[in-house]
């Protein structure tokens, strides 16, 4: 008897992430259909045969395809054990329209580096809380696939990138708590959003997620050490849950908010 498909789909709370899903499949075949969306697709195991515009392609295990939204496609096991994938589906305004054509004409792409910023960036979608590092990932992810469809556009005037940074983070700053997206902060600075993401990391050596997560733990901490419990805490400093403090706080500082919060006894040395 053929194993049963193994399914696992949601919808993060992510700008330009339509739908976030990993399967296996050992019998089944896809038909051909198509979508609205951009499919980012990596298989971690077995392989998969597909027709996109009337050529054949396959997949292998460092490729990262690309399949453009509204060209029909197929898909369908390429060994005897089937195949386990994972796949972003992407909005079409991620890429634009102008890529379609070279992705039809290549939609295998050989990059390591791809691969494994697409491999990050679908842990950090599994994490609710995450969504600032998830944004930052996917414009990065977004600008590689671009070097590959694209020629590299003429460079434009000189900017002052300090600036840049420096505005982005008087942002992180002022919104500690509610957070900022990606998208809003690129508009408030006028910068690309891969741009943002570089610049900030390259002037503080730090992504912009990570900064704004250790502001949160700080902030943390000295609510911890008021004796605060760490569910409220969480609540106070702009984390998801307990949970995804709890993450955060032990890698940053080593034992669980919990411990900290109850580390000091008077009179103790």
Request: net charge positive; proline share 7%.
């Amino acid at each position: 008897m053929a194993a049963q498909p193994e399914v696992t789909a949601w919808r993060p709370h992510v700008p330009g992430v339509v739908e976030v899903f990993h399967a296996h499949f050992t019998e089944y075949a896809y038909p051909m259909h198509v979508h609205e969306a951009w499919t980012l697709l990596v298989v971690d195991d077995g392989a998969v045969r597909y027709d996109l515009d009337r050529h054949e392609y396959g997949t292998l295990h460092d490729t990262v395809s690309l399949l453009p939204p509204h060209v029909p496609h197929n898909g369908s096991p390429a060994t005897p054990h089937g195949f386990r994938k994972r796949v972003l589906y992407l909005d079409a305004t991620v890429l634009g329209t102008d890529l379609i054509g070279p992705a039809v004409d290549g939609p295998g792409l050989r990059d390591p580096l791809l691969r494994r910023r697409v491999g990050q960036l679908h842990t950090v979608l599994a994490r609710p809380g995450d969504e600032l590092e998830a944004e930052s990932r996917l414009t990065l992810v977004g600008e590689r696939l671009r070097t590959h469809l694209r020629p590299r556009l003429a460079a434009g005037p000189a900017r002052d990138d300090g600036t840049v940074a420096r505005r982005l983070r008087e942002l992180l700053d002022e919104r500690v708590t509610e957070g900022i997206a990606l998208g809003e902060a690129a508009r408030l600075v006028q910068a690309h959003p891969a741009h943002l993401v570089r610049v900030f990391s390259g002037a503080y050596g730090i992504a912009p997620h990570q900064y704004l997560m250790s502001r949160r733990v700080d902030r943390a901490r000295r609510l911890l050490l008021e004796g605060v419990r760490p569910a409220e805490v969480a609540t106070a400093t702009g984390f998801y849950d307990q949970a995804h403090l709890t993450r955060h706080f032990r890698r940053l500082v080593g034992v669980t908010p919990g411990r900290y919060g109850g580390s000091f006894r008077p009179g103790a040395r």
